[in-house]
């Protein structure tokens, strides 16, 4: 055949036309123990092996070709059957693994189940070497082309011409369609598996039949590939290495060009189909990095900045010398591990001036080395400090791409070829500044997404009590889930409050709807019940002060809540709830549990309805459970049976306070599809023995000073606390004095607790609260509570009706 004819006829179109695309192919997978895993029938047709008896035997027996092998794997290998007429032994190179590169070539076989008397089956074969994860490590095509030279009829001189070649396509299935179809071929083979031979064995070249030097023909298997005519394949891969063809038809050079821009066009937007995928950071960064390898490239590395990797905001600035960068992800087609150690994913550096990475970095343009001679490696090597990146990029073509969005380098990647690929071109420095700035995007928008989620839970986080776990009293533990919806965002919340009489306000509240708006309101409400709580407001009236306060507020404040007041030293609780749901009581004497019976209340924004307070008698050991409904209530059951749910789960035995909420937490999140929040607070009602308390009634006469301060020396003595006396007796004069002067009342109360530190009380029946004042330095007076501030570990003043009561707090040291 000629050029005239071959400009006259197109591809497939002369009297071999059945041949073109329809030629029966064996197909045989190869594991990385040389193993084959699949055997197709064609290759039982081909080779006369059963697939029961060819699965899981060394490839090399049943595919034995006549020849010798180097016995130093490092001497240079035979050259590759790129003529007809020359048989060689590269199937079993490829067959045990020398090459990481695609080979092809002609070779006659000594096929099993025929007679032992010379006879060979002369095939055709390509060998596609598979990179990834899994066992695959070669997929191997082959051909009989004996049958070949029946049906399309050449003379023995033309048919001692084929040979097979690999082609780049001009016009082939889309990859998707190519991923359908090789199932057909492979059928064990999943879609992820076919998928990712697909994209090898589009990047690495498509086989091809040579006849003559202008006749090349397209195998596909079982399916046919649509051409247009004056169309050849324009790229031969032969087995050794990549070469050009310089067969392009007359008029076909744009041709051409049209199909290598349409093909870089494929790769992005399969690309673009690929990543993003997730708004996942960490996932995004491994598909960006995936993508690349190995159709593109055969390493690739990205790198982002701090600020990006921690999901904050946007980085100010162009990086410099400073710019720490971290490497966040490697994917290579190499042999396993051997970029591990030289480039470790999460390290954290500043790049050397003198270097291509910080020439990209900084100036957020790609940067193209074709090859990596000896001079660059070394130069680049001795920037690094401890680590020798000779072996490693030597000879490679390196091509560098900022990953940029709104025009601010985020960070870049490092894309390498080994040398027996072709190097990076300009067309190749487009292909990956498009694929780059489709990444930069994608990545911007991942890590707008986590720094919104960052600032979300920062918010969150604010607004939740640190709550002690040691109470006067009682012990206390909480948890909080985030809801799956609106940025996890919610208006739950639970507060612990401590309170005059070493009392503990114990809330939880919901309000309605999600997201910041509820969030805010939740803040307000949650400050104003702390301050309506230290101001000693009986529950009751703080629900009604509460629901007063969110209809001022706007109209859409509507709230759960339920408040309770412990007391340690009397062994009671007094509640009072605003529609939330009812508490649970565990009982320490029998372990049993119920819910407390409450007036339920209207929700907090409603208005004209009264609240009411129940007084429950408790038992030291006693614990009660306070949650919001999202732990209990599940769409399409009654929440009752959640409810049912909450006291069983409470009950159970638990060694800690913190077991007993993962106990409640489990028994009750086992639905997947929960979206609302989740508060929970479990106090452990331990009391305050008889004998951890003494209290006096003191006259309103100055003498009784002294009198309070032998009282406390004795009593500090007998709990075993004499070296608490001296400040003690100083801080308890000094308030004594101030109620004695400004009080009142005929008499004055005294009363000092033992618990983790010694609470002391003075009321009197002066309601105004004292305060600090501002004194000279020849004041007499005035200095009391300044003392007492400066010594006690805490103090404060509460007022409750006509009364008011002094208190401080001091630690009991050993």
Sequence with gaps: MDRGSERDTPPGRDAGDTAAGRIPLAVVVVDRDGLVSHWSSGARRLFGVVREDAVGRPAA???????????????????????????????????????SYPTAGRARLHPHGRPADGERLDVLWWAYPLVGPGPSRLLVLAADAARLHAERGHDDETAERISPGFARHTELPAPGELERRLPEILPSMGPGVSGRIVSQILELGYPVLEFSQFDRVPVTPYWGVPRRAGRTPTEVVAPR????????????????????????LEFLNEVSSRIGSSLDLGETIREVTSAAVPRFADFAGTHLRAAVLAGEGFPDGPPDASTVMFRVWVEHNDEPGRWDDTTPVGEAFAFPEHTPFYQCMVTGEPVLVPRVTEELSE???????????????SGRS??????????????????????????????????????????????????????????????QDSMLPQVSPRMPGCDVATRYLPGTRLGRIGGDWFDTIKLSGSRTALVVGDVMGHGLNSAAMMGQLRTAVQTMAAMETPPAQLLRNLDDLARRLGDNYLATCLYAVYDPIVGAVTLANAGHIPPVL??????????????????????????????????????????????VEVRGTDIGEGLAALCESAA??????????????????????????????????????????????????PREVGRARRLIREQLRRWGLPQTVETAELLVSEVVTNAVRHGRSEQVGLRVVRTEALLFEVTDDEPALPAMLQVDPYDESGRGLRVV????????????GHRKTVWFEQAVTA
């Design 61 to 99: 027996d049943l595919l034995p070709v006549t020849g010798a092998l180097p016995e130093d794997p490092g001497e240079p290998l035979p050259d590759a059957c790129a003529r007809g007429d020359e048989l060689g032994p590269d199937l079993e190179v490829s067959l045990g693994g020398h090459t």
């Design 241 to 264: 290495r990549r070469v050009t063809a310089a067969v392009v038809p007359a008029g076909a050079e744009e041709d051409l060009e049209y199909a290598a821009v349409r093909e870089r």
């Design 379 to 393: 130069r680049i090597s001795g920037e690094f400090e401890k680590r020798d990146l000779r072996p490693l990029i």
């Design 398 to 459: 390196l091509l560098i791409v900022p990953l940029k969005a709104r025009n601010v380098v985020l960070g870049f990647m490092v894309l390498m070829r080994r040398p027996d690929r072709p190097a990076f071109d300009d067309m190749d420095r487009t292909t990956g500044a498009e694929l780059a700035a489709r990444a930069g995007l994608v990545l911007d928008n991942a890590r707008m997404y986590t720094y919104q989620e960052n600032v979300a839970d920062t918010l």
């Design 586 to 631: 565990v009982r320490a004497e029998d372990g049993s549990s119920e819910l407390l019976e409450l007036p339920t209340g209207a929700p907090i924004g409603v208005g004209g309805v009264p609240f009411e307070a129940v007084h429950v008698k408790v038992a030291p050991g006693d614990r009660l459970v306070l949650c919001t409904d999202g732990l």
């Design 652 to 701: 159970h035995p638990a060694a800690s306070m913190d077991a007993a909420c993962d106990t409640i937490i489990r028994a009750l999140n086992t639905h997947g599809g929960r979206k609302d929040d989740v508060a929970l607070l479990m106090a452990r009602l331990n009391g305050i023995p008889d004998e951890h308390v003494a209290q006096w009634r003191l006259d309103a006469d």
């Design 789 to 800: 501030s400066r010594l006690a570990r805490e103090w404060g003043a509460s007022a409750a």
